[in-house]
């Protein structure tokens, strides 16, 4: 077993256990105890669902974040704000849980990986498609990128790789910037200086979960709204 030391640049250099080409880094532990902190708390708090007007405490917690977040999406679109929730959903709460545990001792969040932003960058990158392909069918979505003539198909897939790389690089460079000040900040200065910066840190996170969700969204719905367009026009020129 070799353990790097934390101070590493990134999580995924801090290497707890390798056997031939299988390497577990601090990387893949904290993903997986992120997950299971999500899976076991959302049946924890769900197995006894109470429809009575008073319900328990943590119930009274998810609901209102699910209602917060289903009312973010909802001032994106407005008609199918529940079809789009389960994943950005889950992709805010993955993100804002993974900085919020930065208060953990010698825990490091994997969003300062740039092989876990690019991980969730790639699932908003399939998921226009696919929620387009979904909606619309295979033919029309594809169309679109040919609009309004072939030799705009080149730039339409360009725009789609640049703002993933975009998602990536922001999240990343933001979560593993504030991780290295922190270090910096307990290394020469007083206590109580870093632990402020620690708190702006949870806000901070927070703030990248939202911003990362609500592109996702953006994104999504922007290429949902462009093939409607495109069946209408389509519709319309056939009523001609």
């Known amino acids: 077993m070799e353990i790097v030391g934390m101070d590493q640049i990134s999580p995924d250099q801090v290497i707890f256990w390798t056997w031939g080409f299988v390497t577990i880094n601090a990387t893949l532990v904290y993903t997986w105890f992120v997950m299971a902190i999500l ?3 959302s049946w924890w708090i769900t197995r006894r669902i109470s429809r009575d007007l008073t319900i328990p405490r943590w119930q009274n917690f998810l609901e209102v974040v699910v209602s917060g977040i289903r009312g973010e999406i909802r001032e994106i679109v407005p008609e199918r704000a529940d079809y789009y929730l389960p994943f950005i959903g889950t992709l805010f709460l993955f993100i804002a849980l993974s900085n919020l545990l930065a208060v953990v001792p010698g825990y490091v969040a994997p969003t300062s990986s740039l092989m876990t932003t690019g991980a969730l960058a790639i699932c908003v990158f399939i998921s226009v498609p696919l929620f387009g392909i979904v909606g619309h069918g295979v033919k029309h979505y594809i169309k679109e990128y040919f609009q309004p003539t072939f030799i705009f198909f080149p730039f339409h897939v360009m725009g789609e790789i640049s ?11 933001n979560i593993m910037s504030h991780e290295k000040v922190i270090a910096i900040l307990l290394a020469v200065t007083p206590l109580f200086f870093p632990v402020v910066m620690q708190a702006l840190g949870l806000l901070i996170g927070l703030i990248q979960a939202y911003i990362f969700a609500i592109l996702a969204m953006v994104y999504i719905s922007s290429a949902a709204q462009a093939h409607d367009e495109q069946l209408h026009r389509s519709g319309g020129e056939k009523a001609h």
């Open 163 to 173: 703002r993933t790389l975009a998602l990536m690089v922001r999240l990343f460079g």
């Open 39 to 41: 899976v076991a708390g």
